[in-house]
């Protein structure tokens, strides 16, 4: 079997993590992770509170194991959302696209699991500091919202770092990567794109089949002229951003505009012109759709007999 202080931390009892993926992971999906053995996250991304308490009030009548919730910081209802897990009494809190800071001593006075997503070293000693009790180290292989540093390079560093557990993401979609992730000084994984095919996620079709047909080079940074780097599916919609991000005479505002509402377009009206596809670099490895279940532990049972199997490098 797996051991993995985390496990011991959160009370799961697989190192899995499912992403918090915007527009896509909900209470459906982190509930079949966390009853799998996994933890399940459910995305806040843009909604506002009312709409998170009622994913959170869902998941609990879906599992009794934890789940946690990803709050996307850029979120202009990310302080009404900061109040609501504090109030319904969820167990772990995962971070994204900024610094948890000013919420930290609130979460941690209500005895909320914090565990900030972060893509630099700087960053991981920040949440070691200020309270985290596990970081996220998210490579740009990811999808979404991506710093500079691969996995490769990241996770290693971080691990040097800091004391708290790591949890690896980025481009981990099987029991390969997440050996190899236990290797660099990992304790877990986070999978993303892996868990987005899974029967329990109630993305639009077109979204599954996209990541599904995708190849190792499908994907594309946009994002960078805003300083928001984005990973997504090459599509007209990606293409053309990428276009008009080259061409100066083009300002940031009309960039924003021209990517409002495109993450709903893909995940929920599936329109492959219009929508944003977000989606690691590990999509071209994702071949079929499958329980979230069978997918936590294959993943698993390959990264414990590739481990066990490791003593055949060394004489
Ligand atoms: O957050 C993610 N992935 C995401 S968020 C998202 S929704 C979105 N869409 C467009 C623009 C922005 C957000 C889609 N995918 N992953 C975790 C992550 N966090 N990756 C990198 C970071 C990060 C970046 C900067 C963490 C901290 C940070 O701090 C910068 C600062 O100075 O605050």
């Avoid at 919202?145 to 390079?153: K, L, V, Y």
């Avoid at 977000?278 to 759709?289: H, M």
Wanted: some cysteine; hydrophobic content about 45%; proline content about 3%.
């Amino acid at each position: 079997m797996l051991q993995s202080p985390i496990c011991e931390i959160l009370g799961i009892q697989y190192p899995v993590f499912q992403g918090g993926m915007a527009w896509i992971a909900d209470a459906d999906l982190a509930a079949a992770v966390s009853n799998a053995g996994g933890l399940g996250i459910i995305s806040a991304m843009n909604a506002d509170g009312e709409w998170v308490r009622g994913q959170i009030r869902k998941a609990k009548e879906l599992t009794d194991k934890p789940f946690g919730v990803n709050i996307m910081l850029q979120s202009p209802y990310a302080d009404q959302v900061a109040k609501v897990v504090v109030e319904e009494g969820v167990r772990v809190l995962t971070t994204g696209a900024g610094n948890p800071g000013k919420y930290m001593a609130a979460w941690r006075e209500a005895g909320i699991q914090v565990i900030p997503v972060i893509a630099s070293v700087a960053y991981a000693r920040m949440m070691e500091r200020a309270g985290a009790v596990a970081v996220v180290a998210e490579g740009c292989e990811s999808g979404g919202h991506i710093g500079e540093s691969t996995t490769m390079a990241l996770v290693p560093q971080v691990c040097d770092a800091v004391k708290i557990p790591v949890i690896a993401a980025g481009g981990i979609a099987d029991g390969r990567g997440m050996a190899a992730a236990l290797m660099l000084g990992a304790c877990g994984v986070q999978m993303g794109t892996r868990f987005l095919v899974a029967n329990e996620c109630n993305v639009h079709e077109n979204y599954k089949k996209r990541v599904l047909k995708a190849k190792d080079i499908d994907t594309i940074v946009t994002g960078r002229r805003q300083g928001d780097a984005v990973r997504s599916l090459k599509n007209h919609f990606s293409r053309t951003f990428a276009k008009e991000e080259m061409d100066l005479n083009v300002s940031v505002e009309e960039l924003n505009r021209l990517g409002t509402g495109s993450l709903r377009h893909a995940a929920v009206d599936g329109d492959e012109q219009n929508g944003c596809f977000l989606a690691g670099q590990i999509a071209g490895l994702v071949k079929k759709e499958e329980p979230a279940a069978d997918i936590v532990h294959s993943v698993c049972e390959e990264a414990e007999a590739l481990l066990k199997g490791a003593a055949k490098w060394v004489k």
